[in-house]
């Protein structure tokens, strides 16, 4: 990642190759768990979608705001993140396990982490609004459905549900063209919406979600809508 930040002109390919170390690094972990249920080589294809997007989009997103020494600064910085986000999916390996639950709050976490630095550069590199719809639903697409994949639903509809918050996104994103939101509050604005949905969704799976659920989704939707509000008015 070190590299990939300080070599100039940017060198791509080593960012995808630090992705797909990312993942095979994972691969290696997690199948090393003593709970672990790997036999077959694509048995941990979900587990790897997320480090290798975060990878992708941290390094994309420092790689537009670093620049000169701090870079390596930035790319050291990432490793204590990866570390944990490699330890929580360790964890989730065995649902059993009582951290569990934790281990799969470090994994949201970093799904949304992921998916800000995502957002950010897709409105940074100005790709085009049916690209910038279209980068924006898969990225949505793939977060989530590793953030659905705690509920434990078969491939199919678990593919099916994440497909309409992809959809959802994409359409937001297409709708901001029309708003005068850019770079990093849109990309908030996404996340917001990512947010809701995702977590309406996985509620309504786990069969959670009650008016109690459905209002502090509703809470948090109008104090972030009011927070990118506020930020666009102030700049």
């Known amino acids: 990642?070190?590299?990939?930040?300080?070599?100039e002109p940017t060198q791509p390919w080593l960012l995808l190759l630090v992705a797909g170390l990312a993942a095979l690094g994972t691969d290696g972990v997690l199948r090393s768990h003593p709970a672990s249920p790997f036999t077959r080589p694509d048995d941990t294809v979900a587990f790897l979608?997320?480090?290798?997007?975060?990878?992708?989009?941290?390094?994309?997103f420092l790689e537009d705001v670093v620049s000169g020494y701090w870079s390596l600064g930035a790319a050291f910085a990432t490793v204590p993140l990866f570390a944990a986000l490699l330890y929580g999916q360790y964890l989730s390996v065995?649902?059993?396990?009582?951290?569990y639950t934790p281990a799969r709050l470090v994994a949201n976490v970093a799904a949304y982490v992921a998916a800000f630095a995502f957002f950010s550069v897709v409105y940074e590199f100005e790709v085009g609004?049916?690209?910038?719809?279209?980068c924006v639903g898969l990225v949505s697409l793939l977060l989530s459905l590793e953030m659905l994949r705690e509920v434990e639903l078969e491939l199919r509809p678990t593919l099916l549900y994440s497909m309409a918050i992809a959809t959802v996104l994409a359409q937001v994103t297409w709708s901001l063209h029309f708003l005068p939101l850019e770079s990093f509050l849109a990309a908030a604005f996404l996340l917001l919406c990512l947010y809701v949905a995702t977590g309406v969704v996985q509620n309504h799976l786990l069969r959670q979600l009650d008016l109690p659920t459905a209002a502090e989704f509703a809470a948090v939707a109008v104090v972030g809508l009011a927070i990118v509000v506020i930020a666009h008015a102030a700049s």
């Open 1 to 7: 990642m070190a590299f990939y930040l300080a070599i």
């Open 49 to 60: 979608i997320l480090p290798a997007l975060l990878t992708l989009g941290g390094g994309l």
């Open 94 to 99: 065995d649902a059993r396990s009582p951290a």
């Open 129 to 134: 609004l049916l690209a910038t719809a279209f």
